[in-house]
Every structure is written in C-alpha cells, then in structure tokens.
C-alpha cells in the first residue's frame, strides 16, 4: 500500500500524544524535539523527513528511512516521539474511510 501513497502535505509531530507541532515537507528546516532531559532533530528536506539525531538507547527512528508519503510513520519509543506524515487538513488519509468487518 505504501508503494503507492500520496506525497504528504506536512509531518505532524506528536509527544507522549499531545501535539508538539506541524511542519510544512515543501519548507527545508530543522526541527528540535525534545524536553530537559532528552532530544531528537527532525530534518526535513526536498519533501522529505528523516530522524537526524537522537538520544535514545537503541536509535530505531535514526535509522528509519526519510518519509514523505501520508500515513508513513518514524516513532521513537523511548522519547514517546511520534512523526506522521499527513495531508494538508492534518490527516493520514483524505477519504477518511472507516472499514468494518463482520
């Protein structure tokens, strides 16, 4: 399903699930995540966001590929730090299908 995405609008960022903030994917920057005592830098670059750095033990979300499609996902557990590419009313999906099953 991921092969065929649609380019994001935006990375929202979440934290311990309070919203940290959005950021544009067309807008070059570098984002600092983090409280006192820990730290994770989000880059973001030709529409696409990477985890750059971050303090955590295992360093999963550093060495998670760049995403840029809506729905993909960079988490890093430790930090509760969650990165989630969205489109541009601030969600994963434009249909906003719900499918149940019986």
């Known amino acids: 399903m991921q092969l065929q995405g ?3 609008a935006e990375v929202k960022v979440s934290v311990n699930n309070k919203e940290y903030g959005t ?10 995540i983090g409280e006192d005592d820990w730290e994770n830098i989000l880059i973001i670059k030709d529409g696409k966001a ?4 971050a303090d955590c033990p295992d360093k999963i979300c550093v060495n998670h590929a760049a995403i840029s499609k809506k729905g993909e996902t960079i ?10 590419v969205v489109d541009e009313n601030g969600t994963q999906d434009g249909n906003q299908i719900d499918i149940i099953s019986k």
């Open 6 to 8: 649609k380019r994001g």
């Open 75 to 84: 988490v890093c557990l430790p930090h509760k730090v969650v990165v989630e």
């Open 50 to 53: 990477s985890m750059e750095k």
């Open 23 to 32: 950021y544009s994917l067309d807008k070059n920057q570098t984002v600092t």
